[in-house]
């Protein structure tokens, strides 16, 4: 079993940043890819960016060049660095690990972390 753990979330102006992390811990060897969805209120969970342990990320169109993710394998650490943010990124905020323990598979999700985009 994996534990992710979200915190950084808040309430920002529209142009502000914001940085997110997720402590991973547990059995957090199997972990292959980390990510961060979102899911505003009345909509889907969407993806937001995911990377793999080697480094490889991909990101949603709607947060290209203004979002990085990041992840410190030695620490167990996952990262969203959020710039220019916008009122529509308005969301609850997950973090999301998957992987394999042998040749089974496995996601977890942490309890999420709010972000407000607002004046």
């Known amino acids: 079993q994996v534990q992710l753990v979200e915190s950084g979330g808040g309430l920002v102006q529209p142009g502000g940043s914001l940085r997110l992390s997720c402590a991973a811990s547990?059995?957090?060897?199997?972990?292959?890819?980390m990510g961060w969805y979102r899911q505003a209120p009345g909509k889907e969970r969407e993806l937001v960016a995911t990377?793999?342990?080697?480094?490889?990320?991909n990101y949603a169109d709607s947060v290209k060049g203004r979002f990085t993710i990041s992840r410190d394998n030695a620490k167990n650490t996952l990262y969203l660095q959020m710039k220019s943010l916008k009122p529509e990124d308005t969301a609850v905020y997950y973090c999301?690990?998957?992987?394999?323990?042998?040749?089974?598979?496995?996601?977890?999700w942490g309890q999420g972390t709010q972000v407000t985009v607002s004046s």
């Open positions: 999301n690990a998957e992987g394999f323990y042998g040749i089974k598979s496995f996601s977890s």
């Open positions: 547990g059995s957090i060897f199997g972990i292959d890819t």
């Open positions: 990377i793999t342990r080697g480094g490889s990320s």
